[in-house]
């Protein structure tokens, strides 16, 4: 269903004739949404910082969404790049996580959004470890791709196939706009959703 409403804004927004520039527009659909969600309900926080051991090696990433199902709740990480057999050596202002720039009309203007998985509470073991939360503003995040994941495997597999994406040249916001091979997909520093 939410694969559904992504497909629709994209289409909305790239036909549309919004001038407003990217990081001022984050439309009320892209955003969290956390109707039906109770705190006592959750393990995880928004804007927990969690380190993710999988296969002996370490992953970061940050919580920036929580949805509830039939099959439970699912919290929806932004994986930043790093992979290490050392946890946590590099601070959380200093990583690069899974994003794009999604094009808004045809001004050249383009919402820029971070790309969640969508981890199951099933899945939630004593890998995920929380070591830091970060203020981050609701208001700033718009999310432009998620995937499930119902497991850690399927989690490392959303990692490997985000950085083999990314080590193509972005297409920029006013480039090639129709282009359905364009690439969307990029690196953003968690600075830009930070509360002020």
Known sequence: MRNILLLLTLSLLIFSCET???????????????DGITPENIKYKFGDAVSIFI?????????????QDKAG????????????IIPNQKK???LNFFA?????????????CYDLSYLNENSVSKNIRVFENVKIDIDKISIGASSPAKNL???ENDY??????????PTECDEEILNP????ERYFKIENVLME
């Open 73 to 84: 709740i699912w919290y929806g990480i932004c994986l930043s790049d790093y992979r290490s």
């Open 92 to 94: 959380i202002n200093e």
């Open 153 to 155: 495997k399927q989690l």
């Open 181 to 184: 091979k364009r690439v969307a």
């Open 100 to 112: 794009r720039n999604i094009p808004s009309g045809f001004s050249g203007d383009c919402v820029s």
């Open 160 to 169: 490997f196939n985000a950085i083999k994406v990314r080590k193509q040249k």
């Open 55 to 67: 296969d002996k090696q370490y992953y970061i990433g940050i919580i920036m969404d929580i949805n």
């Open 20 to 34: 407003k520039k990217s990081e001022d527009f984050h439309p009320d659909i892209m955003k969290p949404n956390w």
